[in-house]
Each structure stands twice: as C-alpha cells, then as structure tokens.
C-alpha cells in the first residue's frame, strides 16, 4: 500500500497549506493586539506579502522537519479516522461477517474467538498466510476461523472461488479446511479446471458442484463477500476481520495471534 508520505503530489499539496498556516498567523503576528478586527486587517500590502514569503521561506528551510511533523501527524489522523470508520462497519455488518450461514468454518465452530480471512486462491501472500493460520488453530482450541472467498485476482480466482462455493454445500468442515489447504497449496495458477480436480480427488459430486454453479446461490455468495470487504476497507489479499478492527496483509501468525488474544480479551483488535 503507497503511504501517504509517498505521494509528492499530497505532498505538495500539504506543503502549501502549512506555508498558508504559516502566513496566517505571520499575518496575525502583523497585526496589533489593540486594533480593532477589520476586513482591511487581513489585506496585506505587496511589501508586506514579500516579506511574509521570505520568512516563511527561510523558516522552513532552516526547520524543514516542522513539514515531516505535519505529515506524520495528518497521516496518523487519517489512519485514526479510517480504524474508527472500520470499526462502524465490522459492527454494523457483524452477522454478515462472522455469522454468515454459508460460511466455510475451521478450526473449533463453537470457538470462543472468530478470525475472518478474506482470500483469493491465487494470493502469494494468502497462500504464505495459510501455515501461520493453521498453525493457531493446532494451538487454540477455541478459535473459529471463517473464510470467505475474495476473488480480486482475475478470471480464474472467480472460476475458482465459484466452484469452491458450490463445493462447500456439501462438504463436512474437515473436507473444506483440506480443500482449502489444497488449492492454497497448489503451484502455478489456480483457476475452476484445477478446483473441480480437487473437488474429484476428495470424492465430492461434480454434477451437484455443476448445479450449485448453476444456481443463484454461488453468485450471491460472492457479491456479498465483495460488498463485505468494501464496506469494512479490505481492498487486498489476505484481509482479516477479528474483534471490532481490521487487519492486512500476510502480518504473521505471532501479529495475528496477539489480535485473536485481544478479541478474546477486551472484544477489540488492540486492548
């Protein structure tokens, strides 16, 4: 994800607006405490402007990290507002997210703490995720991990996350985690060929998978995970619902496993 710092433009942008802070309050420093507050005072003449711009100037180039103060403080303001707008919808939408009744759930289904993963089988850094989550479930017998297929990556993730979906109608919680694993697992491409192989392999019905594709449920499935993901931010794979908050990126079982830790503590991604 490009940081904000990154971004000459905002960069610019942000640059000019802390030099027209600064001759604002240059402007007020002008100006005597004791006169009286006019339109004309704000009016400066093309002298005074001048001047102004040469202060201004030679301030910030004599103190240039006042600018990096101002980024860093606007940036953590903007991640502060977009946790809280987070929040507000892992709360709003919390049956869909962690309830859902055509979720595929591994690990413990009556855990006491819930991970949500958002995933495309064709992520690299889903497929790096997958040990470290398998891993706190062999830890934790009381996590519940719900996973729900994010296909973002082109034409064969949907082909695969269509037949996953329509495979999931009719396989137990230990043949969906092994399914999982398996396309995950898989190298090179996975796309809808490669999920009926597997579904063909573990002994499940084609014929029922061809009818569920066929059927309105697949879709709806899928539309909901992506109208999900968007209402809570999750605009990359993997994407991680635990608690009230939101996490990204393959972050590690140990970051992942303090935020399960949270949940079960305090019901939020951090205490």
Same mark, same amino acid.
């Given at each position: ?64 990290? &006042? ?6 403080? *606007? %940036? =953590?303001? !903007? +991640?502060?507002?977009?946790?809280? $707008? ?111 192989? &597997? ?6 019905? *084609? %014929? =029922?998978? !061809? +009818?569920?594709?066929?059927?309105? $449920? ?54």
């Amino acid at each position: 994800m490009t940081s904000f710092l990154a971004s000459p433009l905002r960069r610019l942008v942000l640059a000019g607006l802390v030099v027209l802070a600064l001759v604002a309050a240059a402007g007020l420093a002008l100006t005597p405490a004791s006169a009286p507050a006019t339109a004309q005072d704000a009016t400066f003449s093309e002298g005074e402007r001048e001047a102004i711009g040469t202060i201004v100037r030679e301030y910030l180039l004599e103190n240039p990290e &006042v600018m990096l103060d101002v980024f860093a403080e *606007l %940036e =953590r303001r !903007q +991640a502060a507002e977009q946790e809280e $707008r987070q929040r507000s919808a892992v709360a709003d939408r919390g049956d869909d997210i962690f309830r859902a009744p055509h979720d595929v759930v591994i690990g413990n289904p009556e855990g006491d703490v819930t991970l949500v993963e958002f995933f495309d089988y064709n992520c690299g850094p889903c497929r790096r995720a997958l040990a470290d989550v398998m891993a706190m479930i062999e830890k934790d017998a009381n996590l519940r991990v719900v996973l729900k297929d994010f296909p973002i990556l082109g034409p064969p993730s949907l082909e695969a996350a269509q037949v996953g979906v329509a495979a999931a109608a009719q396989m137990t919680p230990e043949q969906a985690a092994r399914f999982h694993m398996e396309l995950l697992s898989t190298r090179g491409q996975v796309d809808g060929a490669r999920a009926r192989q &597997v579904a063909e392999e573990m002994g499940l019905d *084609l %014929e =029922r998978i !061809q +009818a569920e594709l066929n059927g309105p $449920r697949v879709a709806e499935v899928i539309t909901t995970n992506l109208d999900l993901a968007n209402a809570v931010g999750i605009t990359g794979t993997p994407g991680w619902v635990v608690g009230d908050g939101v996490l990204v990126g393959a972050i590690g079982e140990a970051r992942l496993a303090d935020a399960v830790a949270n949940a079960r503590a305090c019901g939020a991604v951090s205490c």
